[in-house]
């Protein structure tokens, strides 16, 4: 029964490799988010949809493709993994943009 | 967007001991909200709190919207209160996405 899920929880994986991370949530939500946060556990936003449809896209390589086949699920996409893309990548969830937030349990990503 | 600025970026307390948590915010807001991230890296929702105040067990917060700010108080703190603090506001006005302040590690002893 939870909310906002996440696959894998953690990924090891050598530059140069394509990746996915799947989020879904079952919170009946409209809205659903991307989030990076780096070592110095800085977080920020990637990408945010509303139904379905791309609202925010800040400034994130196009090596990073985020894709909503349905209000419940954001899948991440990236090409060409980069050292730099070591980091927790979470999922959050929300009733419109301004609702409350829930987010997943992050995506550990490693790149050796 | 606006800007969040949390203070103070550490804190160590003896268990039992309060705290105060601030966080500013550079615009008005229509969505702020405090979140717990444990030493696991779960991000836990606190408190969704545009205004007024809350309370919730030993935590409560309060935002005054009109001065651009909030606070979070921990009272008689436990070792589990240990990890960081994080309070987000709206990017925009819009309100499409948070934006994160850099959070306040909080380290409780016994």
């Known amino acids: 029964d939870t909310a906002v899920s996440q696959t894998p929880k953690y990924l090891v994986t050598q530059m140069g490799n394509d990746k996915s991370i799947k989020c879904e949530q079952n919170?009946?939500?409209?809205?659903m988010y991307w989030y990076k946060q780096d070592s110095k556990k800085f977080l920020k936003i990637m990408f945010s949809?509303?139904?379905?449809?791309?609202?925010i896209n800040e400034t994130v390589p196009n090596r990073f493709s985020p894709k909503s086949p349905d209000k419940a699920h954001l899948n991440l996409h990236i090409n060409s993994l980069e050292l730099g893309d070591s980091a927790v990548y979470f999922c959050?969830?929300?009733?419109?943009?301004?609702?409350?937030?829930?987010f997943g349990p992050g995506t550990r990503l490693t790149v050796t | 967007g606006i800007q969040v600025e949390q203070s103070p970026p550490d804190l160590i307390l003896q268990e039992g001991a309060n705290s105060t948590l601030r966080c500013n915010f550079s615009?008005?807001?229509?969505?702020l909200q405090w979140f717990h991230q444990n030493p696991w890296g779960q991000l836990i929702n606190l408190f969704y709190i545009p205004s007024g105040t809350k309370q919730n067990g030993r935590l409560s917060a309060t935002t005054v919207a009109t001065e651009r700010y909030s606070l979070l108080y921990i009272s008689s703190s436990q070792t589990t209160d240990s990890g960081v603090y994080f309070c987000a506001g709206p990017i925009n006005q819009a309100g499409t996405a948070l934006i994160f302040g850099k959070g306040t590690t909080l380290s409780v002893s016994s």
């Open positions: 959050a969830s929300s009733f419109g943009g301004e609702g409350e937030q829930y």
């Open positions: 615009d008005s807001v229509n969505n």
């Open positions: 919170l009946g939500h409209d809205t």
């Open positions: 949809y509303n139904n379905k449809e791309l609202i």
